[in-house]
C-alpha cells in the first residue's frame, strides 16, 4: 500500500521561504516518482516538481523553477520542497503523488495514482 503524508504548510508572509515534506514508506520511496502538484482556490490542481526514483533527476515547473526546489531525504524516505520568496499565488493546497518511473518525469496529474491528504500554504501579502 502507498502511503504518502504532506506536512509543513501555514499561513507566512510574502517574501518567507517554506519547506514542504512528503514522508512515504521505504519501499516507496525506492520505487516510485514523486511529483508535488497544487490547487489554488477555484483552479485546477497544477503540476510543480517532480523527482525521480531511479536517479533523483528533478523537473519544475516553468512558473516556479526559480524559486521552487525539490529533494530527496534517503535517511528520512522523505521528499521536500523548499519554497523562497512566497508570493499570494503560491496560496494553495500542495499535495505529492508516487506513480511508477517513466523514461521522463511526468509533469501529468493522471501519472501519480497514489495521493496524500495535502497541505494549505496560505501567503499573506
Known amino acids: 500500500q502507498v502511503q504518502l503524508v504532506e506536512s509543513g504548510g501555514g499561513l507566512v508572509q510574502a517574501g518567507d521561504s517554506l519547506r514542504l515534506s512528503c514522508a512515504t514508506s521505504g519501499r516507496t520511496f525506492s520505487s516510485y516518482n514523486i511529483g508535488w502538484f497544487r490547487q489554488g482556490p477555484g483552479k485546477e490542481r497544477e503540476f510543480v516538481a517532480a523527482?525521480?526514483?531511479?536517479?533523483?533527476?528533478?523537473s519544475y515547473a516553468d512558473s516556479v523553477k526559480d524559486r521552487f526546489f525539490i529533494s530527496k531525504d534517503y535517511a528520512k524516505n522523505t521528499v521536500y520542497l523548499d519554497i523562497a520568496n512566497l508570493k499570494p499565488e503560491d496560496t494553495a493546497v500542495y499535495y505529492c503523488g508516487a506513480g511508477r518511473p517513466r523514461r521522463t518525469l511526468s509533469s501529468n496529474s493522471n501519472d501519480y495514482p497514489h495521493w496524500g491528504q495535502g497541505t494549505q500554504v496560505t501567503v499573506s501579502s
Open positions: 523527482i525521480s526514483a531511479l536517479d533523483a533527476s528533478a
